[in-house]
């Protein structure tokens, strides 16, 4: 295994997904300029997700749609035939 190609700036990070408000924490290198309180007092870093395990259809069984920010309208657009 090759060595220093690993970040080393793990810090605990609160996953959001906004599509149903359910939240995890875990480790992340990820940057976030917000913050959020979680369960157990302390703030941690805050990044938001437009679809996670709890609100995909793959894992939840469920077929839903889940158009955050005009998705499928944006798709439509750049596909369009164009004349």
């Keep these: 295994m090759k060595q220093g190609i690993h970040p080393e700036n793990y810090r605990f990070v609160v996953f959001k997904d906004m599509s149903n408000g359910d939240s995890f924490l875990s480790k992340s290198t990820a940057n976030s300029k917000e913050t959020i309180q979680w369960e157990d007092g302390k703030e941690y870093p805050v990044i ?29 657009k750049r596909y369009a035939k164009k004349d």
């Excluded at 395990?53 to 439509?76: C, E, Q, W």
């Design 48 to 76: 938001k997700l437009e679809i996670s395990n709890t609100s995909h259809p793959f894992y939840t069984g469920k077929s839903m749609l889940v158009d955050t920010a005009g998705r499928i309208d944006k798709f439509k």
